[in-house]
């Protein structure tokens, strides 16, 4: 697998510049219908990203994140739907790291 937080251009790409984008990591998860864990909360960003030491940071960040609900929302949303898709899981276990229980569609955690 190609590096785990790389997104698809197909899937999108920055609102901004155009870029590519990047997942950041995978915040929240929870147990899908099937018994499985699925990402329900993911951040991304562009992958021009400088590093937040780096003195171009904070123009950077104002270009990219003046309105984030307008520009990344819609993208967050649509890239959320893409990892939630079973072709995925290997992805989202690579970036979150593997579950340690298991889940039974009727709530019992076995170790």
């Not at 030491?53 to 307008?70: K, N, Q, T």
Request: proline share 9%; glycine share 10%.
């Amino acid at each position: 697998m190609e590096n785990p937080g790389s997104i698809p251009d197909a899937v999108g790409k920055c609102p901004i510049c155009g870029a590519p984008i990047v997942i950041e990591g995978i915040d929240a998860c929870e147990l899908g219908d099937e018994g499985h864990w699925l990402p329900a909360e993911v951040s991304i960003t562009c992958s021009t990203e400088p590093d937040v030491d780096a003195a171009d940071w904070r123009e950077w960040l104002d270009g990219h994140f003046s309105m984030p609900y307008v520009d990344w929302l819609p993208l967050t949303n649509r890239v959320l739907s893409w990892l939630r898709m079973p072709a995925q899981r290997e992805r989202v276990e690579a970036i979150s790291g593997p579950f340690e229980e298991s889940v039974s569609l009727n709530g019992d955690v076995a170790g």
